[in-house]
């Protein structure tokens, strides 16, 4: 079982915020400081270069996966990612959460872990972590194509590949 880490910026409603409800049910560690991120770990942020697969899924079990739950819209405002050498983005997904329900790459908290593990091979572990969630479960029957193909992709390259196919597709048509 990988270990999973939250960095919680608290810039949201606290009952809507996946990551906390993650933690509250010991599927993730809390991290209070970016500098806790243990510095092997793969670190989930959309504005990385390389893209998650499932190259990836040895470090995920050794160091882990960390998710940053703060709002991307202000990244300018919030500490600088760049000191992680692992910082990888997932490749285009749909969010099934009440919030975002459809909307591409506007994925919770808990639906960047699942897809994360989900790519990386550790399905249980995913399926596991989204039903903790009512809606949770929805997040791979909404994505499962494309999570299936991402998930048998042996480099970022070819993830990359992938995700231009669904990128060209009409919107919402995964």
């Not at 050498?85 to 591409?104: C, D, S, T």
């Not at 994925?107 to 969630?133: C, D, M, P």
Request: charged fraction near 25%; aromatic fraction near 8%; charge should be positive.
């Amino acid at each position: 079982m990988a270990e999973v880490y939250a960095y919680i910026a608290g810039e949201d409603d606290p009952k809507k915020c996946t990551a906390r409800k993650m933690v509250r049910f010991s599927l993730a560690h809390p991290v209070m400081k970016l500098a806790h991120i243990p510095q092997n770990a793969v670190v989930l942020d959309p504005t990385a270069a390389k893209a998650l697969s499932a190259e990836d899924r040895r470090r995920i079990e050794t160091s882990g996966v960390a998710v940053l739950d703060f709002s991307w819209r202000n990244i300018e405002s919030n500490p600088p990612l760049l000191r992680f050498q692992h910082r990888r983005a997932l490749p285009y997904l749909l969010a099934a959460n009440p919030v975002m329900w459809g909307r591409p790459l506007q994925l919770s908290s808990v639906e960047a872990v699942a897809a994360a593990l989900y790519i990386a091979g550790l399905r249980e572990q995913a399926l596991n972590t989204l039903s903790k969630f009512s809606w949770g479960l929805n997040f791979i029957t909404l994505n499962r194509e494309p999570l299936e193909r991402y998930a048998a992709a042996r480099t970022s390259r070819e993830v990359v590949e992938i995700q231009w196919e669904y990128v060209c597709r009409p919107e919402g048509a995964l």
